[in-house]
C-alpha cells in the first residue's frame, strides 16, 4: 500500500536549520509532483513547497522563499525538504503529500 513517510523534526533556535526526509512507497515515485505542506494549531494546511517529477520545477510559498529548498531523489523514493533561516512562525507539523496521498507528519518547533 501507499505509504509516506516524514522524518528530520525537532526543535530549533530561530535563525537555525533543519532537514526533513519523506520516503514514499507503493506507487511509482517519479510519476507524481511531491509537496510538503505545513498545519499551525488553529490555521489552515498550506502549501510550502512542491517539486517536479524529476526535480526540474519547484514552486514555494512566499512565507519560505529564500529560505526552503525542496529536493527529490527518485532513486531512493525520498523528498526533502532543507529549511534555513527557521521564524517562530515556521513551528507546525509538516507533511508530505504525493499521488493524493499525506504522510502523518512531523512536528518542527523554533523557539529559543
Known amino acids: 500500500q501507499v505509504q509516506l513517510v516524514e522524518s528530520g523534526g525537532g526543535l530549533v533556535q530561530p535563525g537555525g536549520s533543519l532537514r526533513l526526509s519523506c520516503l514514499a512507497s507503493g506507487f511509482t515515485f517519479d510519476n507524481y509532483l511531491m509537496h510538503w505542506y505545513r498545519q499551525a494549531p488553529g490555521k489552515k494546511r498550506e502549501l510550502v513547497a512542491v517539486i517536479s517529477m524529476f526535480g526540474s520545477n519547484t514552486n514555494y510559498a512566499d512565507s519560505v522563499k529564500g529560505r526552503f529548498i525542496i529536493s527529490r531523489d527518485n532513486a531512493k523514493n525520498m523528498v526533502y525538504l532543507q529549511m534555513n533561516s527557521l521564524k517562530p512562525e515556521d513551528t507546525a507539523m509538516y507533511y508530505c503529500?504525493?499521488?493524493?496521498?499525506w504522510g502523518q507528519g512531523t512536528q518542527v518547533t523554533v523557539s529559543s
Open positions: 503529500s504525493g499521488n493524493g496521498y
